[in-house]
Nanobody
């Protein structure tokens, strides 16, 4: 049974950067689509980024495109989310999730399709 553990969250000033990590144990990422979601207080969880491990296709919503980058290290069984030019509205708990390999550009943002989740890591961006 794969387990996902996020790390790397913290407090950063607007315009700064953070890199989140998601380490998997129990199973390799190669058969999954890996996603990052976030949830701000009082708001629904929203899609942030995804990477289909089989062909390394990546997907982002417009709100983070050009600022966030998802990547992975197969040898370390770890997925990263590099976040640059952070804004106060990026403040949220960030979750790593694993979903089936066959997710497409039209389905990667659907959290219901991801069946393994980490515990989340807090990111706070001050203005």
């Amino acid at each position: 049974q794969a387990q996902l553990v996020e790390s790397g969250g913290g407090l950063v000033q607007a315009g700064g950067s953070l890199r989140l990590s998601c380490a998997a144990s129990g199973r390799t990422f190669s058969s999954y689509t890996m996603g990052w979601f976030r949830q701000a207080p009082g708001k629904a969880r929203e899609f942030v980024a995804a990477m289909r491990w089989s062909d390394t296709s990546t997907y982002y919503p417009d709100s983070v495109k050009g600022r966030f980058t998802i990547s992975g290290d197969n040898a370390k069984n770890t997925v990263y989310l590099q976040m640059n030019s952070l804004k106060p509205e990026d403040t949220a708990v960030y979750y790593c999730a694993a979903g089936p390999q066959g997710l497409t550009s039209r389905s990667v943002n659907r959290e219901v399709l991801y069946n393994k989740w980490g515990q989340g890591t807090q990111v706070t961006v001050s203005s």
